[in-house]
């Protein structure tokens, strides 16, 4: 499902604002240093050996990421796309900035949505697109566009948002109450754990791994990072 060019829009607002407030923040900069750590250890079992070309599709304006963060030592040449364009980042703390930028150091970084990528057919070994498709204007075509720039046999490595069935009604409640309050700007799509599940599914059939919630939890849970690792 897409979005309007002016809800994306100012999605997009919402979202860069809360990057551009925080480039001299040393405990976001941490934060974004060691989140999605959990998927870095399945993703080292499915990606055996070290590969030439890995993409991250929404890499954030930091230009960190997730590959670059966890993954160098297998992800061969990294590519971060993003809107946004990348920021500066000052730090109070002169070793952690060094850290910092041998991190982005590690990222070719390109403006670009990822619904239209500037790659050829088949380029990558390995993708991945972490916390993105919920603020996107069409997640269905960021997966079909990965799709097509993973080589055959490639790894793509995928997580969103999802929602409890009474958590997003709950949502849409509250962002009825408050459609401009920033976490509903920011997220225009939502996704129940089936959902998510069955849209990676429609493009990549061949799962190897997820943290599939309990069905306790997918009915009544609290909202969570989900992940999935797939093999095209
Ligand atoms: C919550 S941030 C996550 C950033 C990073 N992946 C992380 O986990 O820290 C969502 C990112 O998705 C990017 N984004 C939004 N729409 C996008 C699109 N159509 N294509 C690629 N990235 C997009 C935003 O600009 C933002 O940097």
């Given at each position: 499902?897409s979005?309007?060019?002016?809800?994306?829009?100012?999605?997009?607002?919402?979202?860069?604002?809360n990057?551009?407030?925080?480039?001299?923040?040393?405990?976001?900069?941490?934060?974004?240093?060691?989140?999605h750590s959990?998927?870095?250890?399945?993703?080292?079992?499915?990606?055996?050996?070290?590969?030439?070309?890995?993409?991250?599709?929404?890499?954030?304006?930091?230009g960190?990421?997730?590959?670059?963060?966890?993954f160098?030592?297998?992800?061969?040449?990294?590519?971060?796309?993003?809107?946004?364009?990348?920021?500066?980042?000052?730090l109070?703390?002169?070793?952690?900035?060094?850290?910092?930028?041998?991190?982005r150091?590690?990222?070719?970084?390109?403006?670009?949505?990822?619904?239209?990528?500037?790659?050829?057919?088949?380029?990558?070994?390995?993708?991945?697109?972490?916390?993105?498709?919920?603020?996107?204007?069409s997640?269905?075509?960021?997966?079909?566009?990965?799709?097509?720039?993973?080589?055959?046999?490639?790894?793509?490595?995928?997580?969103?948002?999802?929602l409890s069935?009474?958590?997003?009604?709950?949502?849409?409640?509250?962002r009825?109450?408050?459609?401009?309050?920033?976490?509903?700007?920011?997220?225009?799509?939502t996704?129940?754990?089936t959902?998510?599940?069955a849209?990676?599914?429609?493009?990549?059939p061949?799962?190897?791994?997820?943290?599939?919630?309990?069905?306790?939890?997918q009915?009544?849970?609290?909202?969570?990072?989900?992940?999935?690792?797939?093999q095209?």
């Amino acid at each position: 499902m897409s979005i309007s060019d002016e809800s994306f829009q100012k999605a997009q607002d919402h979202e860069m604002a809360n990057w551009v407030k925080d480039t001299s923040n040393v405990s976001r900069l941490l934060y974004e240093l060691v989140e999605h750590s959990e998927i870095a250890g399945p993703l080292d079992r499915y990606v055996k050996t070290p590969v030439v070309r890995s993409l991250e599709v929404g890499v954030g304006c930091f230009g960190l990421g997730f590959l670059a963060a966890h993954f160098a030592h297998k992800a061969g040449r990294i590519d971060g796309i993003d809107p946004l364009p990348r920021l500066d980042i000052n730090l109070p703390d002169a070793d952690l900035q060094r850290y910092v930028d041998a991190i982005r150091g590690r990222v070719h970084y390109q403006s670009c949505i990822g619904e239209r990528m500037p790659f050829d057919d088949a380029t990558f070994d390995l993708v991945a697109c972490i916390n993105v498709v919920d603020h996107a204007q069409s997640p269905e075509s960021i997966l079909k566009e990965i799709q097509r720039v993973l080589k055959p046999g490639g790894i793509f490595a995928f997580s969103v948002s999802t929602l409890s069935f009474a958590g997003e009604k709950k949502w849409h409640f509250n962002r009825w109450r408050k459609p401009n309050e920033w976490l509903f700007v920011a997220h225009p799509h939502t996704y129940q754990w089936t959902r998510a599940d069955a849209m990676i599914r429609s493009f990549f059939p061949n799962v190897l791994w997820n943290d599939q919630p309990s069905t306790f939890k997918q009915w009544a849970g609290k909202g969570r990072m989900s992940y999935w690792i797939v093999q095209k």
